[in-house]
């Protein structure tokens, strides 16, 4: 089976388990709303996002080939190596939450505009989401051993396992105000954890007391500037969540609302296709068959650039009611919808980018190029530094999300550049032509800005049938053999 066809069945999982994910920020802004207390909470949870998207990115990466390698030559080995790799991380988190806790009580003032109670509430959530802080990085490594085990559609439900049990938690403790959004969080990470580990154990793989291999400390040291650069990658969201402190108040609540909806159409592929892709080229090139490894790389690629830009075209013209049909509710303030949805317009055009990226940064990384990844690292985080310098102070949040779209299309067009080896041709994508005028077309109807308020605006159905169309030949053309 194809990379592509074998991500789409995945895709009806995914939509399942990240749309109970996403019920969360929903729920969040439905009783919580928009307020100095709610970015306190959002400001502490930056580096806990911020270690959620390099374990993710980074600690699955360096698990999956050593773990791989013991499915096939000493499977006995698996669990406790499993554990051990969770342990490790989970430490190494927990030390970079602990260090980021003791320096907020000094960073919060200097970087934010909050009021003396609003600082309070950024450093006591900054304390008690360190739970939440080693459960992402365990939860990433457990994870890339449910993938290798085979066991990819049950752990791609976990998050609703996550949801549910912090939906419980923040309802059973609503008394105790935004407090109750921290000890959510926390739960919610350990009855992820405890998803993960019983799919493993259905597999047969017991996890045992905690074990450090070789293997995997000779694959952490050598992909280590991997680790870097996708920390400065990370890194991004403390940046823009700092810039977006010094603006007015609840600037915070609104980009992470904002950046929630526009991680949808990303979290979705990149759970999907993502996980195939990687787990097809690490194999081929196991196998040492380069070929197979380069058509894997451009039959990924293909598939992006066919379903990707209708969903995103359809966000940018429908945002404001995409933004008030999630998150106009109970404590969400109408004054907050425009400029949420200013903002997620701001970040669409980056999405497309992002998930070339993601796909060229696991190309990357099959190959060996791990110095390269450190370097479009650096490069990320330097430029949406000083976009953000420029821009915030000019166009408050839509600024911000404009800075990381600008990046992220920048440091993808290197790493396309960049991929073919010495005397090698580029990829060639298959649906090359199609894609780019399908693209193209897509594109310059988004440009569009109908006016539409409501989902029920007869407009928004008219501009609906292109998207929807291309839509559907690029998940035909994703079924075909390849």
């Not at 019920?23 to 909470?41: C, H, K, L, M, N």
């Not at 592929?269 to 196991?286: C, D, G, K, M, P």
């Amino acid at each position: 089976m194809s990379v592509g066809r074998t991500a789409l069945w995945l895709v009806p999982l995914a939509l399942v388990a990240r749309g109970a994910g996403f019920v969360v920020p929903i729920v969040i802004a439905t009783w919580f709303g928009v307020r100095p207390e709610t970015d306190a909470f959002f400001f502490a949870l930056s580096v806990p996002s911020f270690l959620l998207v390099l374990a993710s990115n980074a600690m699955g990466t360096v698990a999956v080939p050593p773990l791989a390698a013991l499915v096939v030559r000493e499977p006995a080995r698996l669990g406790p190596v499993i554990s051990g790799a969770a342990a490790a991380a989970a430490g190494l988190a927990l030390s970079v939450g602990i260090t980021f806790a003791w320096v907020v009580p000094t960073l919060v003032p200097r970087l934010t505009q909050f009021d003396v109670a609003t600082q309070a509430i950024a450093v006591r959530h900054t304390w008690m989401l360190l739970p939440f802080v080693a459960g992402v990085a365990a939860i990433a490594v457990v994870r890339a051993g449910c993938e290798v085990v085979g066991a990819v559609r049950a752990a791609a439900l976990a998050p609703i396992a996550r949801a549910g049990v912090m939906l419980v938690a923040v309802g059973a403790g609503f008394d105790l105000g935004v407090d109750a959004l921290p000890l959510g969080m926390c739960a919610g990470a350990a009855a992820e954890l405890l998803w993960l580990s019983a799919v493993l154990t259905h597999r047969g793989v017991r996890l045992g007391w905690p074990r450090w291999p070789a293997e995997l400390g000779a694959a952490t040291g050598a992909v280590l500037p991997v680790l870097a650069g996708e920390a400065m990658v990370a890194l991004n969201l403390v940046v823009d969540k700092a810039f977006a402190s010094r603006l007015d108040a609840g600037s915070v609540t609104l980009l992470e609302y904002a950046d929630r909806a526009r991680v949808i159409p990303q979290t979705l592929l990149e759970s999907s296709l993502l996980v195939v892709a990687f787990n097809t080229w690490a194999a081929a090139r196991a196998r040492g068959d380069r070929q197979a490894q380069r058509e894997g790389v451009a039959q990924a690629l293909g598939w992006v650039f066919l379903l990707a830009p209708p969903v995103l075209a359809g966000m940018v013209v429908a945002r404001e009611p995409i933004v008030r049909t999630l998150f106009l509710h109970g404590a969400f303030p109408e004054s907050g919808v425009r400029a949420c949805a200013d903002t997620l317009g701001a970040f669409v055009p980056g999405i497309f980018a992002s998930l070339v990226g993601a796909l060229l940064v696991k190309a990357h990384i099959v190959d060996g190029r791990f110095r390269l990844v450190l370097a479009l690292g650096v490069a990320s985080s330097v430029t949406n530094l000083a976009l953000n310098v420029v821009l915030a102070p000019r166009l408050g949040l839509p600024g911000l999300a404009l800075s990381t779209s600008l990046t992220t299309v920048m440091i993808s067009v290197v790493s396309w550049a960049l991929l073919r080896a010495p005397g090698e041709a580029p990829p060639r994508l298959a649906p090359s032509g199609l894609a780019v005028l399908a693209t193209s077309a897509v594109g310059a109807v988004a440009l569009l800005d109908l006016g539409a308020t409501s989902p029920l605006d007869p407009r928004l159905f008219a501009a609906a049938v292109p998207f929807v169309a291309l839509l559907a030949f690029g998940a035909w053309r994703a079924r075909r053999p390849a």
